[in-house]
Protein backbone atom coordinates (compact mmCIF):
# COMPACT_ATOMS: atom_id res chain seq x y z
CA UNK A 1 0.00 0.00 0.00
CA UNK A 2 1.74 2.91 -1.27
CA UNK A 3 -1.07 5.33 -0.71
CA UNK A 4 -1.80 8.79 1.10
CA UNK A 5 -5.23 9.29 2.03
CA UNK A 6 -6.54 12.82 3.03
CA UNK A 7 -10.40 13.24 4.23
CA UNK A 8 -12.79 15.38 3.32
CA UNK A 9 -11.61 15.74 -0.26
CA UNK A 10 -13.51 19.04 -0.06
CA UNK A 11 -14.44 21.30 2.71
CA UNK A 12 -16.73 24.63 3.00
CA UNK A 13 -16.54 26.68 6.41
CA UNK A 14 -17.00 29.64 8.11
CA UNK A 15 -14.70 32.03 9.98
CA UNK A 16 -15.75 31.19 13.02
CA UNK A 17 -15.89 27.24 12.78
CA UNK A 18 -13.95 24.75 14.39
CA UNK A 19 -12.67 21.64 11.72
CA UNK A 20 -10.24 19.32 10.73
CA UNK A 21 -8.26 17.76 7.94
CA UNK A 22 -7.38 14.08 8.19
CA UNK A 23 -4.37 12.24 6.71
CA UNK A 24 -3.64 8.47 7.08
CA UNK A 25 -0.50 6.32 5.88
CA UNK A 26 0.29 2.70 6.32
CA UNK A 27 3.37 2.56 4.71
CA UNK A 28 5.10 2.58 7.76
CA UNK A 29 6.67 5.83 7.36
CA UNK A 30 7.98 7.98 10.12
CA UNK A 31 7.84 11.46 8.50
CA UNK A 32 5.14 13.11 7.97
CA UNK A 33 4.27 16.59 6.21
CA UNK A 34 1.23 19.26 5.47
CA UNK A 35 1.71 22.07 3.02
CA UNK A 36 -0.28 24.49 1.62
CA UNK A 37 -0.83 25.33 -2.13
CA UNK A 38 -2.90 28.13 -3.77
CA UNK A 39 -4.23 28.10 -6.96
CA UNK A 40 -1.47 28.30 -9.92
CA UNK A 41 0.96 28.04 -7.18
CA UNK A 42 3.93 25.53 -5.94
CA UNK A 43 3.15 24.07 -2.19
CA UNK A 44 4.05 25.36 0.41
CA UNK A 45 5.64 23.49 3.53
CA UNK A 46 3.53 24.62 6.78
CA UNK A 47 4.47 21.57 9.40
CA UNK A 48 6.61 18.49 9.56
CA UNK A 49 6.29 15.53 12.08
CA UNK A 50 9.06 13.05 12.72
CA UNK A 51 8.74 10.03 14.91
CA UNK A 52 5.30 11.95 15.86
CA UNK A 53 6.83 14.89 17.11
CA UNK A 54 6.42 18.23 15.83
CA UNK A 55 9.78 19.17 14.36
CA UNK A 56 9.25 22.03 11.59
CA UNK A 57 6.65 24.68 11.94
CA UNK A 58 7.17 27.17 9.28
CA UNK A 59 5.82 29.89 11.30
CA UNK A 60 2.04 28.89 10.68
CA UNK A 61 -0.51 31.40 12.39
CA UNK A 62 -1.63 29.76 15.59
CA UNK A 63 -5.17 29.21 14.07
CA UNK A 64 -4.07 26.08 12.46
CA UNK A 65 -2.99 23.33 15.02
CA UNK A 66 -1.26 19.98 13.84
CA UNK A 67 -1.83 16.94 15.74
CA UNK A 68 -0.21 13.37 15.04
CA UNK A 69 -1.83 11.19 17.66
CA UNK A 70 0.32 7.63 16.19
CA UNK A 71 2.57 7.15 13.27
CA UNK A 72 -0.21 6.50 10.85
CA UNK A 73 -2.20 9.86 11.46
CA UNK A 74 -1.72 13.02 11.10
CA UNK A 75 -4.77 15.93 11.91
CA UNK A 76 -4.53 19.41 11.15
CA UNK A 77 -6.92 21.48 13.19
CA UNK A 78 -8.41 24.15 11.87
CA UNK A 79 -10.27 27.24 13.73
CA UNK A 80 -11.16 30.98 13.07
CA UNK A 81 -9.84 30.74 9.75
CA UNK A 82 -9.98 33.41 7.26
CA UNK A 83 -11.21 33.83 3.49
CA UNK A 84 -7.31 33.92 2.45
CA UNK A 85 -6.69 30.50 3.89
CA UNK A 86 -8.77 28.98 1.35
CA UNK A 87 -6.51 26.57 -0.70
CA UNK A 88 -5.35 23.09 -1.34
CA UNK A 89 -4.06 21.00 1.30
CA UNK A 90 -1.88 18.78 1.00
CA UNK A 91 -0.32 15.57 3.19
CA UNK A 92 2.84 13.55 3.03
CA UNK A 93 4.83 10.96 4.33
CA UNK A 94 8.64 9.79 3.02
CA UNK A 95 10.37 6.85 5.10
CA UNK A 96 12.45 8.52 7.45
CA UNK A 97 14.66 11.69 8.55
CA UNK A 98 17.11 11.06 5.51
CA UNK A 99 14.40 10.41 3.04
CA UNK A 100 12.88 13.96 2.93
CA UNK A 101 13.40 14.27 -0.79
CA UNK A 102 11.34 11.34 -2.00
CA UNK A 103 7.58 11.85 -0.21
CA UNK A 104 4.24 10.50 -0.83
CA UNK A 105 1.83 13.05 -1.45
CA UNK A 106 -2.12 12.71 -0.89
CA UNK A 107 -4.54 14.46 -3.16
CA UNK A 108 -5.79 16.75 -0.73
CA UNK A 109 -8.65 18.49 1.11
CA UNK A 110 -9.51 21.37 -1.26
CA UNK A 111 -10.74 23.76 1.52
CA UNK A 112 -13.25 27.38 1.30
CA UNK A 113 -13.41 29.45 4.35
CA UNK A 114 -16.75 31.67 3.35
CA UNK B 1 19.17 26.06 0.04
CA UNK B 2 19.87 26.14 -3.65
CA UNK B 3 17.09 28.26 -5.97
CA UNK B 4 16.19 26.76 -8.88
CA UNK B 5 14.86 27.90 -12.10
CA UNK B 6 12.53 26.12 -14.90
CA UNK B 7 10.95 27.27 -17.31
CA UNK B 8 7.81 28.73 -16.50
CA UNK B 9 5.45 26.49 -18.98
CA UNK B 10 6.37 24.31 -22.41
CA UNK B 11 4.39 22.61 -25.22
CA UNK B 12 4.50 19.26 -26.78
CA UNK B 13 2.53 17.20 -29.01
CA UNK B 14 2.24 13.73 -28.53
CA UNK B 15 4.34 11.37 -29.48
CA UNK B 16 7.56 13.80 -29.19
CA UNK B 17 10.43 13.63 -26.32
CA UNK B 18 10.30 16.43 -24.01
CA UNK B 19 13.12 17.75 -22.23
CA UNK B 20 12.96 20.62 -19.70
CA UNK B 21 15.64 21.63 -17.96
CA UNK B 22 16.21 23.29 -14.60
CA UNK B 23 19.21 25.51 -13.43
CA UNK B 24 20.41 25.06 -10.31
CA UNK B 25 23.70 27.61 -10.24
CA UNK B 26 24.41 26.93 -6.24
CA UNK B 27 23.44 23.73 -5.40
CA UNK B 28 25.69 22.09 -2.73
CA UNK B 29 27.98 19.15 -2.80
CA UNK B 30 25.42 17.23 -0.59
CA UNK B 31 22.66 18.25 -3.28
CA UNK B 32 20.49 15.98 -4.66
CA UNK B 33 18.25 16.64 -7.45
CA UNK B 34 14.53 15.80 -7.76
CA UNK B 35 11.59 16.16 -10.10
CA UNK B 36 7.74 15.71 -9.16
CA UNK B 37 4.84 16.07 -11.16
CA UNK B 38 1.50 17.48 -10.40
CA UNK B 39 -1.78 17.17 -12.20
CA UNK B 40 -4.51 19.58 -11.20
CA UNK B 41 -5.91 18.85 -8.35
CA UNK B 42 -4.00 15.79 -7.14
CA UNK B 43 -0.53 16.37 -4.63
CA UNK B 44 2.83 16.05 -6.42
CA UNK B 45 3.99 12.59 -7.43
CA UNK B 46 8.22 11.83 -7.32
CA UNK B 47 9.56 11.27 -10.27
CA UNK B 48 13.33 10.64 -10.13
CA UNK B 49 16.11 11.97 -8.15
CA UNK B 50 19.89 11.85 -9.03
CA UNK B 51 23.03 13.06 -8.15
CA UNK B 52 25.05 13.03 -11.09
CA UNK B 53 25.36 11.42 -14.38
CA UNK B 54 22.45 9.93 -15.99
CA UNK B 55 19.56 8.22 -13.98
CA UNK B 56 16.76 6.08 -15.89
CA UNK B 57 14.04 4.48 -14.35
CA UNK B 58 10.00 3.35 -15.87
CA UNK B 59 8.85 6.97 -16.15
CA UNK B 60 11.82 9.51 -17.42
CA UNK B 61 15.18 10.41 -17.43
CA UNK B 62 17.54 12.87 -15.64
CA UNK B 63 20.59 14.03 -16.88
CA UNK B 64 23.22 15.86 -15.07
CA UNK B 65 26.66 17.63 -16.27
CA UNK B 66 29.60 17.17 -14.24
CA UNK B 67 29.27 20.15 -13.18
CA UNK B 68 25.83 19.85 -11.70
CA UNK B 69 24.77 23.55 -11.89
CA UNK B 70 21.76 22.13 -14.61
CA UNK B 71 20.10 19.25 -14.55
CA UNK B 72 17.69 17.91 -17.30
CA UNK B 73 14.48 15.87 -17.18
CA UNK B 74 13.41 14.01 -20.55
CA UNK B 75 9.99 12.41 -21.08
CA UNK B 76 10.38 10.52 -23.91
CA UNK B 77 7.01 10.23 -26.17
CA UNK B 78 4.62 12.28 -23.89
CA UNK B 79 0.86 11.12 -24.18
CA UNK B 80 -1.82 13.67 -23.41
CA UNK B 81 -2.15 12.42 -19.95
CA UNK B 82 1.86 13.40 -19.57
CA UNK B 83 0.19 17.59 -19.40
CA UNK B 84 1.14 18.67 -15.64
CA UNK B 85 3.01 20.97 -13.87
CA UNK B 86 6.68 19.57 -13.11
CA UNK B 87 8.78 21.05 -10.46
CA UNK B 88 12.85 20.52 -10.20
CA UNK B 89 13.97 20.55 -6.48
CA UNK B 90 17.79 20.36 -5.19
CA UNK B 91 18.24 19.66 -1.37
CA UNK B 92 20.23 17.59 0.70
CA UNK B 93 17.85 14.77 2.18
CA UNK B 94 20.18 13.71 5.26
CA UNK B 95 20.21 17.13 6.30
CA UNK B 96 16.09 17.06 7.63
CA UNK B 97 17.57 16.95 11.28
CA UNK B 98 18.79 20.57 10.69
CA UNK B 99 16.53 22.30 8.38
CA UNK B 100 16.38 19.79 5.37
CA UNK B 101 12.90 20.50 3.77
CA UNK B 102 11.39 20.00 0.57
CA UNK B 103 11.10 23.84 -1.13
CA UNK B 104 9.14 23.77 -4.40
CA UNK B 105 10.08 25.84 -7.02
CA UNK B 106 7.40 27.35 -9.52
CA UNK B 107 7.45 24.28 -11.48
CA UNK B 108 7.09 24.22 -15.53
CA UNK B 109 3.69 23.44 -16.67
CA UNK B 110 3.40 20.86 -19.40
CA UNK B 111 1.18 21.10 -22.34
CA UNK B 112 1.00 18.38 -24.63
CA UNK B 113 -1.14 18.51 -27.45
CA UNK B 114 -2.41 15.72 -29.83
Known amino acids: DTEVTQTPKHLVMGMTNKKSLKCEQHMGHRAMYWYKQKAKKPPELMFV???????INESVPSRFSPECPNSSLLNLHLHALQPEDSALYLC?????????????FGPGTRLTVT | LAKTTQPISMDSYEGQEVNITCSHN???????ITWYQQFPSQGPRFIIQ???TKVTNEVASLFIPADRKSSTLSLPRVSLSDTAVYYCLVGDPGRYNQGGKLIFGQGTELSVKP
Open chain 1, 92 to 104: ASSQGTSDVNEQY
Open chain 1, 49 to 55: YSYEKLS
Open chain 2, 26 to 32: NIATNDY
Open chain 2, 50 to 52: GYK
